[in-house]
């Protein structure tokens, strides 16, 4: 079982819709989660970043942690052709030095 | 202007060459590290440095050695590299104190070819 797993895509949605991406993760003691958009050759772009079980948002994005189910998502609202890009997952044991990446899910906003 | 950046952003180089890869940061963040992107393999991480006197290997150091000269400038080094080298290769960086104290931020990224 992969440490983090995020479905690979490519979850199309057409423009103005909702986006809803999903990751899973194995270590119970993983206690940071970041969502980071990555465009084709660019680097990692940092999203959000979540702690506590339940909602945050952040003007269209809103992370959802749920730890007793080992789950965090990423809802994207009103969703935009240049949102298009290739999603990461990432946890983090707070305090040390391991980052676990997810490889991606590939997202495509449809004009 | 740009918080992390990376020199250079693209390089060819040949098998055996001894190849650098800088990493600069006006963040003002303690922690540094070094990544490598290859397709379906997702970043994985070569070295990490906490502050300048701490370095430590991460999961594939081998072939790689890195120098942190200050805290704002982090550098790696193929000795001598090899085509499965090639990758994209990502400088991070993320804070040890305050709030969101531990969101890693990454640099622009350098394209490594090897012959």
């Known amino acids: 079982q992969k440490e983090v797993e995020q479905n690979s895509g490519p979850l199309s949605v057409p423009e103005g819709a909702i986006a809803s991406l999903n990751c899973t993760y194995s270590d119970r003691v993983s206690q940071s989660f970041f969502w980071y958009r990555q465009y084709s050759g660019k680097s990692p772009e940092l999203i959000m970043s979540i702690y506590s079980n339940g909602d945050k948002e952040d003007g269209r994005f809103t992370a959802q942690l749920n730890k007793a189910s080992q789950y965090v998502s990423l809802l994207i609202r009103d969703s935009q052709p240049s949102d298009s890009a290739t999603y990461l997952c990432a946890v983090n044991k707070m305090g040390t030095y391991k980052y676990i990446f997810g490889t991606g899910t590939r997202l495509k906003v449809l004009a | 202007d740009a918080d992390v950046t990376q020199t250079p952003r693209n390089r060819i180089t040949k098998t055996g060459k001894r190849i650098m890869l800088e990493c600069s940061q006006t963040?003002?963040?303690?922690?540094m590290y070094w990544y490598r992107q290859d397709p379906g393999l997702g970043l994985r991480l070569i070295y990490y440095?906490?502050?300048?006197?701490?370095?430590n290997k991460g999961e594939i150091s081998d072939g790689y050695s890195v120098s942190r000269q200050a805290q704002a400038k982090f550098s790696l080094s193929l000795e001598s590299a090899i085509p499965n080298q090639t990758a994209l290769y990502f400088c991070?960086?993320?804070?040890?104190?305050?709030?969101?104290?531990?969101?890693?931020?990454f640099g622009p990224g350098t394209r490594l070819t090897v012959l």
């Open positions: 440095s906490f502050d300048v006197k701490d370095i």
């Open positions: 963040k003002g963040h303690d922690r």
């Open positions: 991070a960086t993320s804070d040890s104190r305050g709030e969101g104290y531990n969101e890693q931020f």
